[in-house]
């Protein structure tokens, strides 16, 4: 079985007017290109195939601010905004996608700002690597100044399920965690650990690909998680009352 992987970054309620949301995508999208080729274009979602490349994202603040209008919900005001693009992919297994959650402020809706990633092909050869998921989740650090962020296989997601605490950072091949979180503890080799800014850090589990299957990845990521812990930085995202 392909063990498939996705990437995201969570924060809690921040309330942000659609201009802030069009500001923030405008800086993701237009760093992701940068990273890999298959970031470059993306395009609403649409009916099929066809109905969504004739509906392109234009990555400019004014166009952005009319999709993230158009993601407002009706119903809820501190629902906030909801944002989603693809990237035109002819096969299923070479697509990305995105679906961004920003501006809420309702205390059981997270913001956040996750990619569903390819699984086979020329594209997930690209992508499924430590420097482009560093790169994507640095890119999305950036612009939306998340709590926590993680690239992840979904196998080892359902692995820690059980022991996970629901709202708090999880453990996968590449993480991001806010500096107000406190400091990153030294971690065992070959873990790496980059600043982005002065704003978080990214720690790489491991420079090549990580998989359930491979028992000395596991282990090392429930090293990781034990340090991270002990180090107080796996709390529970703070929601207001």
């Excluded at 809690?12 to 995508?25: K, Q, S, V, Y």
């Excluded at 760093?31 to 969504?52: E, P």
């Excluded at 590449?174 to 406190?182: I, T």
Aim: hydrophobic share 40%; with cysteine.
């Amino acid at each position: 079985m392909t063990e498939t992987y996705y990437a995201g970054t969570y924060w809690g309620p921040r309330r942000e007017l659609p201009e802030d949301c069009a500001r923030r995508t405008e800086v993701l999208l237009t760093t992701l290109g940068a990273v890999d080729s298959s970031f470059a274009r993306w395009f609403q979602t649409g009916k099929s195939r066809r109905d969504a490349r004739m509906r392109p994202i234009v990555p400019v603040r004014t166009e952005l601010e009319k999709l993230v209008l158009r993601g407002k919900d009706r119903v809820v005001e501190e629902i906030g905004f909801r944002i989603e693009g693809w990237n035109g992919a002819n096969d299923d297994h070479e697509t990305s996608s995105f679906r961004i959650t920003c501006g809420s402020y309702a205390a059981r809706v997270n913001n956040a700002c996750a990619f569903a990633l390819p699984s086979r092909g020329a594209s997930a050869e690209r992508v499924l690597t430590a420097p482009v998921l560093t790169g994507l989740l640095r890119a999305s650090a950036i612009a939306w100044e998340p709590d926590w962020g993680v690239a992840a296989s979904h196998a080892h997601g359902n692995l820690i399920d059980t022991r996970s605490v629901r709202g708090a950072p999880r453990v996968g091949w590449v993480m991001y965690l806010a500096n107000h979180r406190g400091e990153v503890p030294p971690l065992p080799a070959p873990v790496c650990i980059e600043p982005v800014e002065d704003r978080g850090t990214l720690i790489v589990l491991t420079p090549e690909r990580f998989t359930v299957t491979n028992a000395e990845h596991v282990d090392l990521a429930e090293t990781v998680r034990g340090l991270l812990d002990r180090a107080g930085l796996l709390t529970p995202l703070q929601r207001q009352p």
